[in-house]
């Protein structure tokens, strides 16, 4: 009952930066974690980066040190900010919202290219 729409990825160059952002329809303030996935052609889906309610934050290794995942529970949107992007990062990147601990919100996803 949530809706969460993508935005701000594009095609950008190794070594450049993208912010990407999720908004919700609804408070987020609530919500048990706010989290970030992503999608490469012919993978599976993969963790890349959550913040909880309580703000504790964790990075899938590959992108610690480059990636900062936050949240503005004012605007209901939560933040990915990519720097030092690698040709590896390219992906459809989907913003998920957990609450009660159970039931999952996906948005639609965001691509992001990154070129050599």
């Known amino acids: 009952q949530v809706q969460l729409v993508e935005s701000g990825g594009g095609l950008v160059q190794a070594g450049g930066s993208l912010r990407l952002s999720c908004a919700a329809s609804r408070s987020i303030f609530n919500a048990n974690i706010m989290a970030w996935y992503r999608q490469a052609p012919g993978n599976e889906r993969e963790f890349v980066a959550e913040i909880t309610r309580g703000g504790r934050t964790h990075y899938t290794d590959s992108v610690t040190g480059r990636f900062t995942i936050s949240r503005d529970n004012a605007k209901n949107t939560v933040y990915l900010q990519m720097n030092s992007l690698k040709p590896e990062d390219t992906a459809v990147y989907y913003c998920?919202?957990?609450?009660?601990?159970?039931?999952?919100?996906w948005g639609q996803g965001t691509q992001v290219t990154v070129s050599s």
């Open positions: 998920k919202l957990r609450v009660n601990f159970q039931y999952d919100y």
